[in-house]
């Protein structure tokens, strides 16, 4: 069975530029979760969707934001880049909502912005 | 709002030392604990969970207990491996209707040969 996949694995952009992250999910899995890592604030849940609805989101600003499509495979969306949005993105998938249900992390995107 | 809190790092030990890695929270309900393993250049692992008081989880010969009157799963190994290096994150999430997870910073584990 397929693990959570992440594309692209690097990326490099320059401040005020907008990138697109993309995750697929394990096969049957329908919620997805995203996550930004950093050296300072360690890791932040950006937010999560199940069956192409947002359920939750944590406290990031409106630049961040992201979308599920039928097939679960989700996308988030950061605008106008600052220096502060380069970290490693991580994805996880689960088949169900509830905080019992395990996730399964993807090796994630690392951001850089110049 | 919920948070954890895991002890500060990085921490060095010999092979076949007993590790014991802190980790507390605070939260409302009763949440499901969570130890998490990152090894470089990866993403995270679930290494094991508890999901009630008194759970123990394991898994690859760390244990945690979840203890509700000390708010506490602390991760514990009775002799490490090289192979066990790696970053360890404690983390919970609430048992209603969403899987989000709150982490601890997360501490460096080095086991020198």
């Known amino acids: 069975k397929a693990g959570v996949t992440q594309t692209p694995r690097y990326l490099i952009k320059t401040r005020g530029q907008q990138v697109t992250l993309s995750c697929s999910p394990i096969s049957g899995h329908r919620s997805v979760s995203w996550y930004q890592q950093t050296p300072g604030q360690g890791l932040q849940f950006l937010f999560e969707?199940?069956?192409?609805?947002?359920?939750n989101k944590g406290n990031f600003p409106g630049r961040f934001s992201g979308r599920q499509f039928s097939n679960s495979r989700s996308e988030m969306n950061v605008s106008t880049l600052e220096l502060g949005d380069s970290a490693l993105y991580l994805c996880?998938?689960?088949?169900?909502?509830?905080?019992?249900?395990?996730?399964?992390f993807g090796p994630g995107t690392r951001l850089t912005v110049l | 709002g919920d948070s954890v809190t895991q002890m500060e790092g990085p921490v060095t030990l010999s092979e076949e030392a007993f590790l014991t890695i802190n980790c507390t929270y605070t939260a409302t309900g009763y949440p499901s604990l969570f130890w998490y393993v990152q090894y470089p250049g990866e993403g995270l692992q679930l290494l094991l969970k508890?999901?009630?008081?008194?759970d123990k989880g394991s898994n690859k010969g760390f244990e945690a207990t979840y203890r509700k009157e000390t708010t506490s799963f602390h991760l514990e190994k009775g002799s490490v491996q090289v192979s066990d290096s790696a970053v360890y994150f404690c983390?919970?999430?609430?048992?209603?209707?969403?899987?989000?997870?709150?982490f601890g910073k997360g501490i460096t584990l080095s086991v020198r040969p």
């Open positions: 996880a998938s689960s088949w169900g909502t509830s905080g019992l249900t395990e996730q399964f």
């Open positions: 969707y199940f069956s192409e609805t947002q359920r």
């Open positions: 508890a999901t009630k008081a008194d």
């Open positions: 983390a919970l999430s609430d048992t209603g209707a969403n899987s989000k997870l709150t």
